[in-house]
């Protein structure tokens, strides 16, 4: 019994799996390829070794398993990850504290003095601009404010 019920694979040809069973095929094929190819060319010798070497890489991608991927999709990773996405990652850092005061710290620099007591008169002047505009139109929020008591 398998501990992990994932790990259980179908026999389906002389113990092997389809998958196994496919690119043994295609192993024993590649093999009789490259020997009908080169063994008037090269030799007896040299033609087994390098049917060996070329179906060697076809008959390891069906046994092949890393961390539960297939060959094909362990490839597909390894291309992703070195080829087409970005190597080279920087960080940059960056201060929200500086980022939220920056206007105080900037208004503070050109006048040489406290930078918050400026923003603060520059809002209360637009918070003043905003009340005439909506007095005006009779829909003042300060308005209904006053008048509650507030």
Wanted: glycine content about 8%.
């Amino acid at each position: 019994m398998n501990k992990e019920i994932r790990d259980y694979q179908e026999s389906m040809f002389f113990g092997l799996n389809f998958r196994q069973f496919l690119f043994s095929l295609l192993a024993i094929a590649i093999a009789v390829g490259i020997y009908f190819g080169t063994n008037d060319v090269l030799g007896e010798e040299m033609t087994g070794w390098i049917c060996m070497l070329g179906a060697a890489p076809f008959a390891a991608c069906g046994f092949f398993k890393y961390h539960g991927m297939t060959a094909e999709q362990f490839l597909w990773t390894v291309i992703k990850s070195e080829l087409l996405y970005p190597k080279k990652l920087t960080f940059h850092s960056e201060n929200l504290y500086y980022a939220c005061l920056q206007e105080c710290i900037e208004a503070g620099k050109q006048s040489r003095s406290d930078g918050s007591q400026i923003i603060e008169a520059r809002r209360k002047k637009t918070e003043k601009k905003i009340s005439k505009k909506t007095e005006k139109k009779g829909r003042s929020f300060l308005y209904t404010l006053k008048s509650k008591g507030n």
